[in-house]
């Protein structure tokens, strides 16, 4: 019998322990937040924030560790919501956005550790020339399309085509060459 | 740059722009794609380990909102 490893706190939600419902919205409010404001102004990031909250309190038990951790499950839930209201307000890209900048860096906020998956790709990221970091930080965070990209920075399309393809195969290896397939099954193990 | 690079794998054109399919972009709980974790894993990172700090009457609401939701919570 191997470790036992400390529930997560979706784990600890689906159990029905109300403690880690109020940590799971201190932990991850910022990120979410970070995600849907970006692309859909503040107004709505609020409700789909709550959204998102509500479906992962709902639902907790359908997280699965052995997929992804914790943090990239919740991040993939809010781009998906994120993609979804966009949708419903006929808009696929952000071109009609109003202008949101980029928040400052709030220094009151207490830092979160990255998860096993972001610092995967955070250490791809880097050996990345600017340009594509650029034109992957467009497509992601911000939402925009190829085309948009492309007037943005003054690329070719199909150059930002390929910066999103390599970029992203990329990271794809590298995750692969560090995270173990059954993430963290083969080394953990439920009490 | 050869022809196939102009063109996205399917599974992340998904992850960049969502599902075609407007009944499976219903469920935001389904198991997440390969290119999906690739995707989030790559925003977490470019977000930063700080995120952004969401404004104080958003807290209100999601402080609400648990307290009237915390009853059908499983």
């Known amino acids: ?191 | 740059m050869t022809r196939s690079e102009l063109h996205l794998p399917s599974g992340l054109e998904r992850a960049l722009h969502g599902k075609r399919s407007p009944s499976a972009a219903s469920d935001p709980l389904r198991p997440a794609e390969e290119w999906e974790v690739v995707v989030a894993a790559v925003h977490l990172a470019l977000i930063g380990t700080l995120g952004e700090r969401p404004p104080a009457h958003l807290d209100l609401k999601l402080a609400r909102l648990q307290a009237s939701s915390i009853t059908r919570i499983p």
Request: hydrophobic content about 40%; charged content about 30%; glycine content about 6%.
């Open chain 1, 1 to 191: 019998m191997g470790p036992v490893r400390e529930l997560t706190l979706l784990e600890r939600v689906s159990r029905g322990d109300s403690e880690a419902v109020t940590a799971l919205v201190q932990e991850y409010t910022p990120v979410v937040w970070a995600i849907a404001r970006r692309q859909l102004g503040a107004q709505c990031a609020e409700d789909v924030v709550q959204e998102v909250f509500l479906a992962l309190w709902k639902n907790a038990g359908r997280f699965d560790p052995a997929l992804s951790s914790e943090a990239t499950f919740v991040a993939t839930v809010a781009r998906r919501r994120v993609i979804d209201q966009r949708r419903r307000a006929g808009r696929g890209p952000t071109s009609e956005l109003p202008d949101e900048p980029p928040a400052e860096p709030d220094p009151g906020l207490e830092r979160v550790e990255l998860c096993e998956e972001a610092r995967a790709a955070e250490t791809a990221l880097a050996d990345l020339p600017g340009k594509q970091r650029e034109v992957l930080r467009l497509a992601i965070v911000d939402g925009l399309t190829h085309v948009e990209i492309a007037a943005r920075t003054a690329l070719p399309l199909g150059t930002v085509k390929s910066h999103v393809r390599r970029g992203l195969e990329r990271v794809r290896s590298v995750l692969a060459r560090r995270i173990s397939p059954a993430h963290g099954r083969d080394r953990e193990e439920r009490p």
